[in-house]
């Protein structure tokens, strides 16, 4: 079936440093989200993109829709503690729709 | 805070018992949607629920598995007969709308000895 591979796997930050991670597809796709799960809870949608090119930010977070349409980036700026967490893309062919393909997720762990 | 409540939040199971999990939606919301999460993998989409009705369970193995939300109730998942590769966590997610954002609950982790 259609797959999500988001990079890199996982990563350790320090403090106050710059995130970046990304989603690729080999479909092309029109509707991207990114969602952010804490340990033992489940996600939490942080950011929905519509249209090729856009950039939406939300905070410290900001998440651009690939040209191609067959990728999508999330950055975090400056990161703190609290942004520790497991960081998915979830994308779909269709617009409009229900069903969502996700990623397997970028850990991310900052060191204080 | 009425967010989608999952119960029970864990779960232990032989193999060959009967594994129930329930999702009471968020308030208003009558569109359920069911996930599976194995470990280290991203959420798979495994059926979705109208009050009474079921929309699409394209994602969900065709044995063993059934899905349910009642007019009244929370939203049930059953898995019969369960085997160790059942063992995940299992989200549930309501939306106002189909189309609308889903919101998730805090999951039900099966596990299959």
């Known amino acids: 079936g259609q797959q999500l591979n988001q990079s890199p796997q996982s990563m350790f930050i320090q403090e106050g440093e710059d995130v970046s991670m990304n989603c690729t597809s080999s479909s092309i796709f029109n509707t991207w989200l990114w ?3 804490d340990p033992g809870e489940g996600p939490v949608l942080l950011i929905a993109l519509y249209k090729a090119g856009e950039l939406t930010s939300n905070g410290r977070l900001t998440a ?3 040209i191609t349409r067959k ?4 950055n975090i700026s400056a990161s703190i503690p609290s942004d520790v967490g497991i960081y998915f893309c979830a ?8 069903k969502y393909i996700f990623g397997t997720g970028t850990r991310l762990k900052v060191l204080a | 805070n009425a967010g989608v409540m ?3 939040r864990h779960l232990v199971r032989r193999r060959g018992q009967e594994a129930r999990l329930r999702c009471s939606p968020m308030k208003g919301h009558s569109h359920v ?7 280290e993998e991203g ?3 495994m059926v979705y629920l109208q009050k009474e009705n079921i929309i699409d369970e394209s994602g969900m193995p065709k044995e063993r598995f059934s899905a349910e939300f009642p007019k009244e109730g929370p939203s049930i998942l059953r898995i019969q007969q369960v085997v160790r590769g059942d063992s995940a966590a299992y989200f549930c997610a309501s939306s106002l709308e189909p189309y609308n954002e889903q919101f998730f609950g805090p999951g039900t982790r099966l596990t299959v000895l």
């Open chain 1, 91 to 98: 994308g779909s062919i269709t617009s409009g729709t229900y």
């Open chain 1, 64 to 66: 651009q829709f690939g």
């Open chain 2, 33 to 39: 949607y069911w996930y599976r999460q194995l470990p």
């Open chain 2, 43 to 45: 959420l798979k989409f």
């Open chain 2, 6 to 8: 999952q119960n029970p």
């Open chain 1, 35 to 37: 969602y952010k799960q």
């Open chain 1, 71 to 74: 990728d999508s980036f999330l």
